[in-house]
């Protein structure tokens, strides 16, 4: 049995494997970048669960049901991050 407190970095490479990131290309706004990050969870928990779906794991039912409960999650993320109101940027003085 592999002992992950024997190698730090073999914790990090599995959570890499189960949990890849891409970098993100788009608009950079803090907004732009939190909701990104969701949306990755989002397609990566999809395809867990569809895979557990389909190996036999978890009834189509179930999968249905978390992945509508997924789909929620992410549509308040977008309400959150994209959807609303920016608030005005503060002036800054003017530089000495």
């Known amino acids: 049995m ?3 407190s024997e190698n730090p970095q073999g914790a990090d490479a599995k959570d890499q494997f189960f949990n890849p990131r891409g970098s993100y290309r788009g608009e950079f706004t803090p ?3 939190a909701f990104n990050a969701n ?8 395809s867990i669960l569809c895979n557990l779906e389909t190996g036999g794991r978890i009834p189509a039912d ?5 992945i ?3 789909w929620k999650q992410l549509k308040e993320s977008k ?4 959807d609303a109101e920016k ?3 503060p002036e800054l003085p003017p530089d000495e």
């Open 39 to 46: 949306l990755q969870e989002f397609a990566n928990r999809v």
């Open 31 to 33: 907004e732009q970048l």
């Open 62 to 66: 179930e999968a249905y049901r978390e």
């Open 79 to 82: 309400e959150e991050f994209l």
């Open 68 to 70: 509508k409960q997924l």
């Open 2 to 4: 592999n002992d992950n």
């Open 87 to 89: 608030p005005p940027r």
